[in-house]
């Protein structure tokens, strides 16, 4: 075989096989939203229960992803999970934001919702958030439900 | 009675230690290739040949067999996964079980039948007909010459061919569920981007690929070199690499799997 005709089949087979790494980490595995590495900042929050909530779970706002989680420690001093979040630079929150641990649809995964106080400070690198909101515990909920139910009956 | 025991455990000695003097002529060989590796990358024309044999022939293979993986997990998993009125997360499931397992170890055992065999028959038979030694008696090193450029080939082939696969196996499920199913096209992309994480899923998926690479060109080239120089010799030894390679495959794939995806 020719060597030029041979050059040409390996370069295209080459430029095809860089073309399908560069699509499954474009395209696929959606690489494009990842390079907020440096312009975030990080806050923290103590959740009592946080659930099934894991690491790099989307923060968003409003439904709007604005950060991921960064780290979930258990804390041995109040006994309950410091959650760190890693929040974009371009929103800022105020001081009294509440944060509260939702599941996106039914038995989707969970994330951590931000709704925005009426505070005039916001918050800065290394903040905690004040108030929060624990995830809802289905087992909870259910043995709630059948408490009030049966203190219902009592009643009669 | 008792002789045909001591024989018998023998005999299974005897498969041990040839075995493990097996294993260990396969890594001082392997070793031999890497210490000699120097002149392909200085005259890379030998691999950019060798590239052509063992990936671009081999491309079609992979293209259909990707394609055609990826339209039947497309069929299978909207079937599944309407039942629980979620086909929408088709896309995701696709996407995970191509990346993630069935395109590294897929296009590695088509890789090892078709580009690895051809690897060890050629070398085989090099050595059947005394070209090897006859570049020997010219001061030309045939690790050098011959083996080491079909070994890099193959290692660089490999995660393209895999990434290729892994890609048409995609399409093939867009095309199945989207085209003709009818699944809406947006959230068939987006679920599958939202869940598909780039340095779990798709490097993992990537190193694991380049690992499988490795291993059956060094698999190949050793058996090749190794054979003994008849036409039942090569025959042998072509089925070898093919079985261990694959076998080797397999295996590494659950110990990678094992520390990649653990606790996730």
Known sequence: MQRATLDLWVGLFVITGIGALLVLSLKIGNLETYHSGGDTYVISGNFENIGGLKVRAPVKSSGVVVGRVADIQFSTKTYDAIVTLNIENRYQFPKDTFASILTAGLLGEQYVGLDAGGDEVMLEEGDTIMRTNSAVVLEEMIGRFLFDKASENDDF | MSKHIISAIQGVGHRTLEGIRRLGRATLYFLLVLWKSGTSLKRFGLVVRELYYFGVLSLIIIVVSGLFVGMVLGLQGYETLQKYGSETAVGTMVALSLVRELGPVVAA????????????VEIGLMKATEQLAAMDMMAVDPVARVVAPRFWAGVISMPLLAAIFSVMGVFGGYLVAVVFIGVDDGSFWSQMQSNVDFRVDILNGFIKSCFFGIAVSAIAVFEGHDSLPTAEGVSVATTRTVVTSSLVILGLDFILTAFMFRGL
């Open chain 2, 109 to 120: 055992l088509l890789f090892a039948s078709s580009a690895g065999s051809a690897m060890t």
